[in-house]
């Protein structure tokens, strides 16, 4: 389906065809929606971040603007952490695509996430 006649769908329909289509597709999909927010945050957590982690930073900041606070937490735990250490890099993108997404979405996140590891990504 293309965008234009998923545009055309009603919010109902786009839904339905939203989560029947490959996760590949749902990004886009997401951002042609008369309702982003509620798609984005229909996905579990590991849904949300298989939709994104093939995005580049601007669209995955696009959909990263509608996610939940639980969801940014599950995506922040893979994109800044390498086993049990802190990857400043993928710390440092990580802001980069709240600060993107929305500066609410950065300031909520940090304010909520845990202490120590805000500390140690800017160290």
């Known amino acids: 389906m293309d965008h234009e006649d998923f545009e055309r769908l009603k919010p109902e329909e786009q839904?339905?065809?939203?989560?029947?289509?490959?996760f590949g597709e749902r990004g886009d999909l997401?951002?042609?929606?008369?309702?982003?927010?509620?798609?984005?945050?229909?996905?579990?957590?590991?849904e949300l971040y298989l939709v994104t982690r093939e995005?580049?930073?601007d669209e995955r900041s696009e959909i990263i603007r509608y996610a939940n606070l639980p969801q940014l937490f599950f995506i922040s735990d893979i994109d800044c952490w390498k086993k049990d250490r802190?990857?400043?890099?993928?710390?440092?993108?990580?802001?980069?695509?709240l600060q993107l997404a929305d500066e609410?979405?950065?300031?909520a996140w940090l304010?909520?996430?845990d202490y120590e590891t805000v500390v140690s990504?800017?160290?």
Request: net charge negative; charged share 20%.
């Open 15 to 22: 839904e339905k065809v939203f989560h029947q289509a490959p």
């Open 30 to 46: 997401i951002l042609h929606s008369h309702n982003p927010a509620g798609l984005t945050q229909s996905l579990s957590q590991e």
């Open 55 to 57: 995005m580049d930073t």
């Open 86 to 97: 802190l990857d400043s890099r993928g710390f440092i993108r990580w802001l980069e695509t």
């Open 104 to 107: 609410a979405r950065l300031f």
């Open 111 to 113: 304010v909520e996430m």
């Open 121 to 123: 990504g800017f160290r």
